[in-house]
């Protein structure tokens, strides 16, 4: 049986992987991607393989259809599945397996980690103190402030857990959650997204991007938000519309923006983003732990073995 490979986390580790795959008797596939393979790139591999263990991959309709009868299982790894069609998958009844809250620690106090790089200026600090300076800026803090979280599931449950630990409130949005309770397990609210934009110092995204919530910060929604708000996006680049962001730091709307993902990864080299000092810029790497990735390597593994009957 043929396995197609074509998340950038086991191509990373070619070697260890390729061998672990021969070992179950599988023939593993090895495309060139950058970042993931757009739906053109994955029909090339159609009618080949049994198992995929996919990235953010274009998986859409069609694509699935050419890869039939033969597609046992689509083993995505990591949690965000946005990429697959999955009423597709259903309707043809292909599985789709993930790990789903396997980076809230990882990716919660990343997100901490990446909003006080952006709020207090860390890595701008270091750099000019490795230059012989010796800074002494005024910055804001984040103690007092209302956090307002959109997306409650692990990873928003677990950055509203640590953003408690800073000394903030935390409100959060979550369409799914609210249709049956007024708040969220641990005791944050439930608001609707305006209520939410009224509210929130500091806004951060940890949803799924959908075609409903895709550009959900745009300028409308900035314009509503209080003035010198702060983002902090480690969900989907599509959420933002980046335009609007800059327009609305150039102005001081936003005081600070904290982005680990973005609309086209990697970041260009001329992209309008990298001339703010108040912007913290990271490399789609939230989740970087050594524990959560082993986890999600071994978890993804056994979700492919287990469908192909090994």
Same mark, same amino acid.
């Given at each position: 049986m043929n396995v197609l490979v074509s998340n950038i986390m086991m191509i990373n580790e070619r070697d260890r992987f390729d061998a672990i795959l021969r070992d179950k008797g599988l023939t593993p596939i090895w495309p060139e991607v950058n970042q993931f393979m757009? &739906? &053109?790139?994955c029909l090339e591999y159609a009618g080949q393989i049994d198992g995929w263990l996919a990235g953010d991959d274009q998986i859409t309709r069609p694509v699935l259809e050419a890869f039939l009868p033969r597609l046992k299982v689509i083993s995505k790894w990591g949690t965000g !599945?946005?990429? !697959?069609? @999955?009423?597709a998958a259903k309707d043809l009844g292909v599985p789709v397996c993930n790990s789903p809250g396997a980076f809230r620690d990882a990716v919660s106090e990343y997100a901490i980690g990446l909003l006080l790089a952006a709020t207090r200026r860390l890595a701008r600090t270091d750099r000019m103190i490795r230059q012989g300076e010796w800074p002494k800026g005024r910055f804001p803090g984040m103690t007092g402030k209302t956090m307002g979280i959109v997306g409650y599931g692990a990873i928003g449950q677990g950055v509203g857990q640590r953003a408690r630990g800073l000394g903030m409130e935390v409100v959060a949005n979550d369409p799914f959650m609210a249709k049956t309770l007024d708040q969220a397990p641990d005791g944050a609210p439930l608001v609707t997204f305006d209520a939410l934009l009224e509210q929130a110092d500091v806004i951060? $995204?940890?949803? /799924?991007?959908?075609?409903?919530?895709? #550009? $959900?910060i745009n300028a409308d929604t900035l314009a509503r938000a209080r003035d010198g708000v702060i983002l902090c996006?480690? &969900?989907r680049g599509g959420l933002v519309d980046e335009a609007a962001l800059v327009a609305a730091l150039t102005s001081g709307k936003v005081a600070a923006a904290a982005l680990d993902v973005f609309e086209v990864e990697p970041l260009p080299a001329d992209h309008p983003l990298f001339g703010f000092e /108040?912007? &913290?810029?990271?490399? #789609? /790497?939230?989740n970087s732990t050594v524990q959560a990735i082993e986890y999600v390597h071994g978890n993804t593994l056994d979700n $492919?073995?287990? #469908? @192909?009957? $090994?």
């Open positions: 757009d &739906a &053109a790139q !599945i946005d990429s !697959i069609d @999955l009423d951060c $995204l940890c949803c /799924n991007q959908t075609e409903e919530n895709y #550009h $959900l996006n480690v &969900a /108040n912007v &913290a810029l990271s490399s #789609h /790497n939230a $492919l073995f287990k #469908h @192909l009957g $090994l």
